[in-house]
């Protein structure tokens, strides 16, 4: 969600200031309002504040709340601090709902985890059965690739009862450093481009997760993130002499046996 926010103070007009003429249409008094935009969407709004020390603050925990998304716990404090309507407007964006944190709280990435095994498992039979990609599907390969995301994911958690509203794009962002890391130390690395592939996994994941209402908001954006397979230069990984070496007895191998 992209969100430009500021404040501004503002002069208290008097009841019905628009009969009036000149300096006597205001009261002497200032007040604060916020302003800018909420995914291209323009607002302007009171802060219900004042002093433009309380303006201020007011101002930086509805962008740090939005930012956080639906779960941050500066909501139930800028509920109590914020003009209803102002708080209306930013709750209601950003997906909050009174809810919203006591729903997601207790759930953790093991109990995503099991719930996408059993959506695996789902889309498994259905591939099974015949379905259609639109019904959703998997092949055992993918699940067995999908496992191995899984996996490396929760040893970089350590712990599998992290809640999922722990689960930031900052933290994502650290795990894509160490994952790299870990990636390109391999022999087949070809660059590091499997990390695109984890991250997509993931991405999946969270999906998968806001769909179930297990959270409301994903820490992944793919918007910013490359796609698995999108640079060609990190392509098909040319076979060693060994390998090639390899392949050549094994033909030959094939070919002597088909004439016995």
């Avoid at 800018?36 to 101002?59: H, M, V, Y």
């Avoid at 009174?98 to 953790?108: E, H």
């Avoid at 900052?170 to 894509?176: D, L, T």
């Avoid at 698995?228 to 046996?257: C, H, I, Q, W």
């Amino acid at each position: 969600m992209v969100v430009k926010i500021s404040y501004r103070e503002v002069k208290v007009r008097r009841r019905n200031s628009q009969n009036l003429e000149g300096a006597g249409k205001f009261t002497g008094a200032v007040t604060y309002q916020t302003f800018g935009s909420l995914d291209g969407k323009p607002f302007r709004l009171s802060l219900g504040a004042d002093e433009e020390s309380a303006a201020k603050r007011r101002t930086a925990k509805i962008e740090r709340a939005i930012l956080e998304g639906a779960t941050s716990p500066l909501w139930a404090e800028l509920a109590d601090s914020l003009p209803s309507t102002t708080f209306k407007f930013f709750a209601e964006n950003t997906g909050y709902t009174g809810q919203s944190r006591k729903a997601t709280a207790k759930l953790t990435w093991q109990d995503l985890c099991d719930a996408y095994e059993i959506d695996m498992q789902r889309k498994m039979d259905n591939k099974e059965r015949g379905a259609t990609r639109k019904e959703g599907i998997m092949s055992s390969s993918t699940r067995i690739r999908y496992r191995v995301t899984i996996r490396d994911f929760t040893n970089f958690l350590e712990d599998k009862t992290t809640p999922l509203t722990d689960i930031t794009p900052a933290m994502i962002a650290k795990y894509k450093v160490v994952r790299h890391k870990a990636v390109v130390a391999k022999k087949q690395s070809r660059g590091g481009a499997g990390v695109a592939l984890d991250i997509a996994v993931l991405h999946g994941m969270f999906a998968f997760a806001l769909a179930q209402k297990m959270l409301f908001e994903k820490p992944i954006s793919m918007a910013r993130e490359s796609k698995p397979g999108e640079n060609p230069k990190n392509g098909a990984r040319p076979f060693t002499g060994d390998e090639l070496a390899a392949m050549r007895k094994a033909t030959v191998y094939k070919n002597s046996r088909s004439r016995l």
